[in-house]
């Protein structure tokens, strides 16, 4: 039974601070922050009315401010600290949690603000602190990174001898009705997918011009889908903790409109990152263009269609090549019925909640920096069925990857 701060209360705040409230034998207190505390104390209302055993308060915190978290941390004295704000603020809740004694999760690893460039070294770089401290910092524990790093753990430790190659898969077949809208934060979504393409081949990183490369494939109860090879935040940790692999890809599906609508922001500069002058006030035009897009929260009532996120695996298992893909199809419909949030924010938010689970109940320990992928996946995948997001196997039929 522990205390917790869960730090965002946008989609996925929303998702894991219900995750959380439903498992009250582990979550025995929840305070939910953010910079609004309006926002905090709309989604603690709406918890309160469903799960009437739940301990909740929150609490207004700029992330920013290391002090105001340390304050912050020093008064309400949680066991972890769960940062679903965004990933500029990843730094300093870690210094706030390292000053304070208390343990840290998130699900986005860091970037700063000036430049449109994440990577997990300013997190690893903690690593030494984090154990000297007695402390355990879990990095990107929501689907895509998380449960897809997670998977892939799942396939070597029960499928395989050595991983070869790994295409992580990631698709939403769904449809909330807007001509152009992101499925979660505008400014983090845009820069991510606006970035360079990059994946490992024989040892090294190959780079590609944004949405270079793309192919047809099927997912599950979806279909066939034309999706893009990008660069993405598990890669980087997973080739180093799986140094077996010859490839490592990931695909996402963008529609035809969609990347239309991103090239027409890059190209009349609403994308930059730049302050500029506007009536004398200094404005970034991305930071601007996410306040008039739609807030994907919004989004979630009219959201139709699944999500399908997998890993498709090969390799060797007793000197035989094999084949693997393992996936989860989250319905957009069944997840904004549950928690009013659409199936983006609750495939992230609901492997929050269960990472910071296995951190609490100690079936993920440890003191130090961790990427999800090096902690044991079995107790966690099966908390993943169990808590909303059923997972599937599929072994030795034709990937269609190579
Ligand atoms: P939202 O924009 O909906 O929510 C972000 C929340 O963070 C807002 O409530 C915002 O507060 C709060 N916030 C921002 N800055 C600060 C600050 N300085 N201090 C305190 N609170 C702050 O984003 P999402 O909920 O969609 O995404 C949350 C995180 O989840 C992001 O980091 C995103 O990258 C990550 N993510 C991870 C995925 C995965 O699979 N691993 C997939 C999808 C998202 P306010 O509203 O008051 O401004």
């Known amino acids: ?29 929840i305070i939910l922050a953010s910079r609004t505390l309006k926002k905090c104390d709309d989604i603690a209302i709406m918890v309160k009315a469903k799960y009437e055993k739940v301990k909740i308060s929150t609490a207004q915190v700029d992330a920013d401010d290391e002090n105001q978290l340390v304050n912050l941390f020093e008064k309400k004295r949680p ?5 679903v704000a965004l990933p500029y603020q990843d730094l300093t809740i ?38 000297k401290a007695g402390l355990m910092a879990v990095l990107g524990c929501g689907f895509d990174p998380g449960v897809t790093s ?26 909330h009705g807007n001509a152009f809208a992101t499925n979660f934060n505008s400014e983090i979504n845009i820069r991510e997918v606006m970035q360079k393409g990059k994946f490992y081949e024989k040892g090294s990183w190959k780079e590609t011009a944004p949405h270079e490369i793309s192919r047809i494939i099927n997912y599950p109860n979806i279909g066939p889908k034309k999706s893009y090879l990008i660069n993405h935040e598990e890669l980087e940790s997973l080739v180093k903790n799986f140094p077996t692999l010859r490839r490592a890809r990931f695909w996402m599906t963008f529609g035809d409109e969609y990347l239309t609508y991103l090239r027409v922001i890059q190209n009349i500069g609403m ?22 897009l739609p807030d994907p929260v919004s989004l979630a ?17 007793n000197g035989c090549p094999r084949t693997y893909y ?29 990472g910071a689970k296995m951190m609490i109940t100690g079936k ?20 993943l069925s169990k808590n909303g997001l059923i997972w599937h196997e599929i072994l030795d039929q034709n990937l269609e990857m190579d």
């Open 1 to 29: 039974m522990a205390k917790i701060i869960i730090i965002g209360a946008g989609g996925v705040g929303r998702v894991v601070t219900q995750k959380c409230a439903q498992l009250s034998s582990v979550f025995s207190e």
């Open 79 to 83: 066991f972890l600290v769960i940062n």
């Open 94 to 131: 870690m210094e706030a949690c390292l000053k304070t004694d208390v343990h840290y999760l998130d699900t986005a690893n860091y970037e700063p603000l000036e430049e449109a460039k994440y990577g997990y070294h300013w997190q690893w770089a903690f690593k030494e602190r984090f154990k």
């Open 150 to 175: 997670i998977f892939t753990a799942y396939a070597a430790k029960h499928h395989f001898d050595e991983l070869h190659y790994l295409d992580i898969v990631d698709c939403n077949g769904g449809d």
């Open 271 to 292: 994308a930059g990152i730049e302050p500029i002058s506007f009536q004398g006030n200094q404005i970034i035009p991305l930071q601007f263009l996410s306040v008039v």
């Open 301 to 317: 009532e009219n959201y139709e269609g699944e999500t399908s996120i997998g890993c498709r695996i090969s390799g060797l298992k």
């Open 326 to 354: 393992i996936y989860n199809n989250c319905d957009h419909r069944a997840a904004y019925l549950e928690t009013g949030a659409h199936g983006i924010s609750y495939t992230t938010g609901v492997p929050a909640a269960l």
């Open 364 to 383: 993920w320990s440890g003191t130090g920096v961790f990427n999800v992928e090096t902690f044991d996946p079995d107790p966690f995948l099966e908390d």
